[in-house]
Nanobody, 128 residues
Framework: QVQLVESGGGLVQAGGSLRLSCVAS????????MGWFRQTLGKEREFVAA???????????YYGDSVKGRFIISRDNAKNTVYLQMNSLKPEDTGVYYC??????????????????WGQGTQVTVSS
């Protein structure tokens, strides 16, 4: 069982930055793929970023097309924490950001249905 708690959301002007944190409980944190998703009212949950690790390939990171080059996902296993550094924020980045943990295959890690554990979400609002 994994419990996830996000923090770091808030209101920021366009062009600004925010860093989200997600603290996980559970001893097997390092074995999970960690993802960030976001959702706005009336829309499906959208993939933002994912961080995976395995003995063969080491660390791999993945990003949604809309955030590539602006967002960075990172992870500190010693702190059981995954971060999402968000730079050059745009109004369309507004939404509730969720942290997720699971063991999805690489081919499906952008689909929210393949994650097992979710945080409560943190609101990010970018004003124009």
């Amino acid at each position: 069982q994994v419990q996830l708690v996000e923090s770091g959301g808030g209101l920021v002007q366009a062009g600004g930055s925010l860093r989200l944190s997600c603290v996980a409980s559970g001893r097997t944190f390092s074995t999970y793929t960690m993802g960030w998703f976001r959702q706005t009212l009336g829309k499906e949950r959208e993939f933002v970023a994912a961080y995976t690790w395995n003995w063969r390939n080491g660390v791999s990171t993945y990003y949604g097309d809309s955030v590539k080059g602006r967002f960075i996902i990172s992870r500190d296993n010693a702190k059981n924490t995954v971060y999402l550094q968000m730079n050059s924020l745009k109004p369309e980045d507004t939404g509730v950001y969720y942290c997720a943990a699971g063991t999805p295959a690489t081919s499906v890690l952008t689909s929210w249905q393949n994650y097992d554990y979710w945080g409560q979400g943190t609101q990010v609002t970018v004003s124009s």
